[in-house]
């Protein structure tokens, strides 16, 4: 049975991208072959992956080349921020979109390269995937929303389930978060509604 996975932010080639997220590697070579590695040791032929956004610096071969060395079939594309040169070379993979709506089973996702306050059917459940933060930027525990960038889950992509299991507890916590909101509520509610109403300051009163 083909499985369903999530990741972003390869930045294949992109040296400066080591500096700037202190990624563990000496230079670009080393650092492609780590996540190409890691990408094929977990996603399979026909399984399919969706990729939220920058992908690779360099040309359009190397955009095909760094492509080729991933095995998964069908890897769906959303475009990110340093994804001009790989716009050009849609063609490699199965979709292109710069916001995606799927489902996976009953399950209603929205993916994006960025990460958003609201979202399609956010308040009924849906999630919303992103990447570009690199695992910088804080997860709001109340928040049906997470980074799935490689740099979040050491060069690994993210599987539907491992999704699932923190959209779970994410879901409990906002179950806590409303039933004791609405305790810490419901003492002012009542007294206010036991208290009489007052006239309107520009309700005129008798003098006598």
């Known amino acids: 049975m083909a499985d369903t996975w999530f990741t972003s932010d390869f930045h294949f080639g992109h040296f400066n991208i080591i500096r ?38 360099g040309s359009v071969e190397k955009v095909a080349a760094y492509r080729k060395r991933l095995n998964c079939k069908t890897i769906h594309f959303v475009e990110g921020n340093h994804d001009k040169v790989t716009r050009k070379s849609q063609s490699v993979f199965a979709s292109w979109s710069s916001l995606s709506e799927i489902h996976v089973g009953k399950q209603g996702i929205v993916l994006c390269h960025y990460a958003m306050r609201v979202w399609p059917h956010s308040g009924r459940g849906a999630w919303q995937l992103y990447g570009h933060s690199h695992g910088n930027l804080p997860d709001d525990p109340l928040s049906l929303s997470m980074d799935v960038g490689v740099d979040s889950h050491n060069f690994c992509p993210w599987h539907f389930e491992e999704v699932k299991t923190i959209m779970k507890t994410k879901t409990v916590a906002r179950e806590q978060s409303s039933e004791t909101r609405a305790i810490s509520e419901y003492p002012v509610t009542a007294r206010n509604n036991a208290m009489p109403l007052r006239k309107s300051c520009h309700e005129p009163t008798s003098r006598y």
């Open 20 to 57: 700037y997220c202190n990624r563990p590697f000496e230079n670009t070579e080393e650092m492609n072959a780590c996540i190409a590695d890691r990408m094929n040791a977990h996603v399979k032929p026909n399984d399919t992956l969706y990729f939220l956004g920058d992908f690779c610096m």
